[in-house]
Every structure is written in structure tokens, then in C-alpha cells.
């Protein structure tokens, strides 16, 4: 489980693992402690919750009660997409801090560049407002590390140009098949690191053929190659399992795809289908 411990370095020069424990849609309770806590005894150190998730209380006691130095485990929350605001972005920090009990988080997200209930919409002033926000929490350092999430090229442009921190990641959905590769190339031209989530395309991956022959060829799981694949794209991948034997399997990817195959891989679409 070596690559469990292989980081990134953020633009502010804190490390980050390259695979984190993604907690979405995993309850409140027993659900996402037990997950949370065997992930961090498997080896896991990076974990990755938000507000909205609603399963903050839970993850921070299974961080609390893992018996690791807090400073060894990589934390990110997120802000709900909805706060467009300055005032309401540091109340609902305060609310996920003590929420999880902890006293800093590694890296705070602004969820999403709108709410989702008007996802597109153009909310350019208020993500200015919640920047600001942001960057004060990052000053003070209870938030080692801010960014965004789902923020595209133009997005991220209005953040660089109004903001005086540059993001240090932009969580995007990415995996074989979507790349958003305008976006990632801009993050990575800015030095915004890319957060691959949803890796495995919320499991709609798995019955692809091609990337089975693919996974065949590596005796690994098609799982294995999608979070490999993000990997070897220089992005920090994301997988979420509630499963025991998954959550192992899902950092079992310590092996190379060659450049052939991750070529073919590169000129995939459509594998959500």
C-alpha cells in the first residue's frame, strides 16, 4: 500500500496524498465512521467530506478516534455550493469545524461555482465573495489549503483576477472517457492541482469492455486501471466505497500503464454507457 503514502505538493508547499478517501453519499452513523476508520487503518490518509454531505460528525470522530497524529491525515471539507456570500462562507466554516471536532481542515472546497438547484447559472460576484472568505480562513490557518470544486477555466479565471491567493486545487469529475481537459490544462498551467472525483464514473465505468481488456492485460480490476489512469493524468484520485474488500482493492494500484495503452485509454469516450 506504498502509493497510499506517494503525495503531490501543493502551490502553498504542503504535501497531499494521491489517493484520498471520498465519503459521498455515505450516511451519517455507523455508515461512514466504520468506512472512514477501516480506510484510515487500512493505510488511507487523505479523506475528503463537505458540508453537504451531512456526514461530517461522523467522519471527524473516526479521524479522532483512529489513533493517528492528527498532522498525518489530509483532511478537505467543502462549503456548501449555495453560500454566495462572504458573511455566510466563515459561519458555515465554523459550523464544519465543529462539526468534525477538529481544529484546522487541510484543504477547504467551494463546492460548486453555483447552487446546484441553478447549476450553470452565473454567480461570479458572490464566488468573488466567498473567496474572500476563504482566503481569511486560509490566513488564519485553520484551512492549510483552499480551492474549489467543478469550477471551470473561465471560473477559475474570475478567482485568479479578484482573489490574492491562487486556489490550490480544483476538484473536478474526472475519469476515462472525461477529462475536461480545457480545464485541466489551465489548472495546471496556474499550478491548481486537479482532484479526480468520481474516478470510477460512480461505478458506470465498471461493465466497460475496453477498458476491460485493458485491466485484463494488467491482471487489475477495471477499478484499478480507472483510478491508475487518473493517477499517471497527474490528478489526485478520489475513490468512495463503503465495502471493506473495495476500499483495499481501490489502493492496490501500484503498477504502470504504458504509454500505448494509456493512449487508447486517452482516446476513449462514452464509457459511461
Known sequence: MGILTD???LNTGATIPK???GTWQIPNGEEAYNATAFALQSGYRHIDTARVYGNEESVGKAIRDSGIARAEIFLTTKLPAEVKNYEEALEKFETSIKTLGV?????YLIHAPWPWSDRGGDYTEGNIQAWKALEEIYKSGRA???GVSNFNSTQLQSILDNGTVVPA???IRFFIGFTQDETTQFSQDQGILIEAYSPLATGRILNNPDVKKIADKYDKTVAQVSIRYTLQRGTVSLPKSTHEEYILQNADVDFEIDAEDMAFLDGL???EE
Open 7 to 9: 503525495t503531490y505538493t
Open 19 to 21: 489517493i484520498g478517501f
Open 103 to 107: 481544529d484546522y481542515v487541510d484543504l
Open 144 to 146: 492549510k489549503a483552499i
Open 169 to 171: 486545487a480544483d476538484q
Open 269 to 271: 469516450t462514452d464509457t
